[in-house]
């Protein structure tokens, strides 16, 4: 691209670039605790890694913004990149490929666009940095932020005083389901993405506050250290007050019961721009050093997206909320140290937003095998029993007799209705697997309804990849707004979708459900739609990911790999002289005897002698009678005639 840049212009793809080419010195100024710990997650350092590729990516970039840019906001990090101030001085990283487009950024044109966009990037500051992860679906944003969390802790701990580092956390789900998702967090092993060292020092200081319940109260110690909240927005966020309190709570406003639920003070319940502040938001304000952590914001596809990240006009969304916080701790002399937030693309409406830090996209997982790929099929003209029909037989010839891992494919047929799922979908299921010979027990129903799901089946729902429960048996799934952002579920192998729902984006939400890897192999997902959904779907593609249906499934001569590349030098060519040489055998005679020269030797010291050990008894008898003879030779003894 010359003289300018396109919508998809995305600096998050520059900032990385200046990172790879200034890695050693940028990593010779972190922290010894820092290098140790990135080490640990490096595969390149350590084979034995827990954290995929693009994890680690995005936690180099984390570090990377946090010790060497020392947290500053993006229209900071920016200027002084277009303006090669700073850290940026080296300018011989400047023109480089950008979606396939050369970007030479000094030349005029480019330098008015690249204005262009520092202005709104100034113009949609916070008060505090605000960085966005966009991690597509299935890449592990949970674990990612966990490990963002521990390191910031195990660097807080050790240099305390430093205010970069966050001291709390504060982890934002948007809803039930995904908040449920976030129980990750406090189950995980840190030991895979921690040195056994350092793990043990923050299993024994780490506070766990999971509000999970609408009457929990946030128990948090005042100004202490390492607490990690983890609730969704509706439990945290400032409302506005829409009428008068009843007269019931007025005239108990002061009792215990009030002031342990909404706060310490009466007087700090209603603020005079008329909202109403709970008791969790104002312990909130009494913890120093705090990170927020927006989890699953992708959930918010679209102009939504946006709006609740960006917007200060809403004094209900959770941007106004988070501000409100960044306010009080200000006023109280603590700060929020930075909003991260953990999203599933970098685009709103096929545009990239400019606070994103790290990107790894849909397309890329996909090709990567970090994804199942996925066949989608499109029906017109059909009734939904038909459908339903096809969609099952297909589904059950392509996946039915195997397993994975141990686990048995599944396929989630979602209803717009609970009438529709109870009344249509599972009659006409259970129908169609009858026919084909398919146990009835491998359908589960689960439409939030206690009519029509039991605590069995949302026990069986949560235990699908659990080998060994009636849950995994569970091969047919009929939902209702279930199964969308948070679900985690890699032996869904099939989604079917013929009704429109409501929201468009719900289309591309659950079809992305059955993407999630499972065995070391990429598979193939199926999924089934009606032709509107079907171009819904692709819509949705185009304006989340900027990508098209039938990228979902990469041709194998279009599918990348990794190699790592040796730079050899030129060949040479050299003259060899060849040297030869010939050996013969030939087989020696030996007629004429051979003298060994024997004559006149010593044979005697080579005789063999034998000695024989005589009676003991004969023995001294002879030796009397030579005594005996001896003594009369002499003349000692005289000589007897017998």
Known sequence: MSGAYSEHYAFYEQLRFYYIQNRGKIRSRYNDLTKKFLAYNDSEINPDVFLRRPQFEALEMYVFIKEFLDNAQMYEIFDDWRNRRGNFSDASYYAIETHGDQLEIFDMESEKQTDKLFKQMKKYREDYPNYIYALTMGLGKTILMATCIFYEFLLA?????????????????PDKTVLQSLHEIVTFDKTKVVPSEYARVLDSNIKFHFLEEAGTTLNTIDDSDF???ISNTQKIIVKKKHKEPPLNEMLFASSSLLSAVYGDEEDELRESDNLTINQRFKKLCRL???????????????ADLEKRLRTNAAKTSLRSTINMLADD???????????????????????VLPEVVYGYGLRES?????????DVAGFDNVKSEEFLRVAIEQFWNKYGNSTYEGLKPKIAIFASTIDEAANEVRPAVEKILDKLDIPLSTVLVNVGDDKYTKPEDIRNFNNLDRIGTDGCN???????????????????FGVALYRSP??????????????????????TATVFLSQDNFNTLNDELNKNFNMEVNELRSPSSTRKSEYKVRVLPPERKIKLRLISREYSLHEKGYNTPIDFELEGIDLTKYTAVMREKKNLSLDMSMWRLRNAQTCINAGFLSVINV
Request: hydrophobic residues 35%.
């Open 157 to 173: 701990g050790k240099y305390p005083r430093d205010k970069r580092f966050c001291h709390n956390a504060l982890v934002f789900a």
């Open 227 to 229: 607490n990690i909240v």
């Open 288 to 302: 120093s050093g705090l990170g927020i952590y927006v989890d699953e914001a992708h959930h918010m596809f679209g």
């Open 329 to 351: 701790l200000k006023a109280s002399g603590g700060a929020v140290v930075a909003c991260y937030n953990y999203t599933g693309t970098p685009y709103v409406n096929n545009q």
């Open 366 to 374: 996909i090709r990567s095998g970090f994804l199942k790929e996925c």
């Open 474 to 492: 569970k091969q047919f799934l009929i939902l209702v707004n279930k199964g969308r952002e948070g679900w985690n579920c890699r032996s869904l």
């Open 502 to 523: 409501s929201s468009k984006i719900f289309v591309l939400q659950a079809t992305m459900r059955c993407l999630r890897q499972i065995t070391d192999e990429q598979q």
